[in-house]
């Protein structure tokens, strides 16, 4: 009896250590369909994407290492597989346009330094066509110094220039001045005083000379017409006189005096071409001038051309080759 006893003991023993070892290995091989569902705040990262921060739980840096998911975190893989091929394509994207401006820059720096540059040709007459150019502008800057009035060649339609008011009232082009000055300062060095007694001229200043000098001769009883002749002689016709160029200056002595204004006359017509003055109508002139002799009457042209001009005795007409009077 007390052997039955023990052999039912032992044998509820080995029933329960089976059941035991049944209940551990059923636990062991479960199936994966009944694994327990992860919660849907549970942060899904699937193999190759990027960490994304789930609200309850903070920052997933790690892999889910389970071989199957739920419906939710399927969806959730899907998301993010959508997301990174969107943003893939963006990059993409981005990466054509900046390509694409890339190139359209090199194009443009290519055009701009192909305009930039010049072929030889263009490069070697660029000098001479600026050098001929600079050469018509200083030719025609200086054909003021040798523009030629008398009474066959009246004053150019037009013609302007600007005054410059000396200390007497007088005038003369600006652009004499500085010429004229250092002429009267060489003259009072050497005990010589030149005084201007007629410059600048209006035409209306011509006009009225014009008719003063007629009137005299009238007085002394000549014809209208010879009175006009007359004075014509010794005064440009309107319109055709050096002073309303501004170019010209009548210069006596300081005191008006007949012997002082000789020597004032003497000096100038030795030095006058120093400083781009000329004797505009000297004594044996008369037939090609128009005008009659005038020791007082001195005319600008450049301190280069009254070199020559002094040099070669000549007077502006025949200098200019414009001797014939039609």
Not at 192 to 203: A, D, K
Not at 216 to 225: D, H, K, L, R, V
Request: net charge negative; hydrophobic share 30%.
């Amino acid at each position: 009896m007390k052997r039955k006893n023990t052999y039912r003991t032992s044998l509820g023993i080995l029933i329960i250590g089976v059941l035991v070892i049944a209940g551990a290995l059923a636990v062991l091989f479960r199936s994966p369909a009944e694994t327990p569902a992860k919660d849907a705040t549970s942060s899904v990262i699937s193999e190759g994407s990027v960490a994304q921060t789930d609200p309850a739980h903070g920052s997933d840096s790690g892999r889910n290492e389970a071989s199957s998911e739920t419906p939710e975190s399927a969806s959730s893989e899907e998301e993010a597989k959508k997301e990174a091929s969107e943003a893939s394509s963006a990059e993409e994207s981005s990466s054509e346009e900046s390509s694409s401006e890339e190139s359209s820059s090199e194009e443009s720096s290519k055009e701009e330094s192909s305009s930039e540059g010049s072929s030889p040709e263009e490069s070697s007459d660029a000098p001479a066509k600026e050098e001929s150019s600079k050469e018509e502008e200083q030719a025609q800057s200086d054909d003021w110094k040798m523009i030629l009035v008398n009474r066959w060649n009246p004053i150019p339609d037009g013609y302007t220039f600007e005054t410059f008011e000396l200390r007497n009232g007088q005038a003369v082009d600006k652009r004499i001045y500085e010429d004229l000055q250092a002429m009267f300062d060489a003259a009072r060095a050497e005990g010589i005083y030149p005084y201007i007694v007629e410059s600048y001229r209006t035409h209306e200043d011509q006009v009225a000379m014009m008719d003063y000098y007629i009137g005299i001769y009238e007085s002394e009883g000549a014809s209208e017409e010879e009175a006009r002749e007359k004075a014509e002689a010794v005064v440009a016709i309107p319109g055709t006189s050096e002073h309303e160029l501004g170019l010209a200056v009548d210069i006596n002595g300081e005191y008006t005096d007949t012997q002082e204004s000789a020597i004032v006359w003497d000096w100038l017509m030795n030095h006058c071409y120093e400083y781009g003055f000329i004797l505009r109508y000297p004594e044996d002139k008369t037939e090609i001038t128009g005008i009659d002799y005038e020791p007082w009457h001195y005319r600008y042209v450049g301190r280069e051309n009254a070199q020559k001009i002094q040099e070669s005795g000549q007077c502006l007409e025949e200098y200019l080759g414009r001797t014939e009077h039609e």
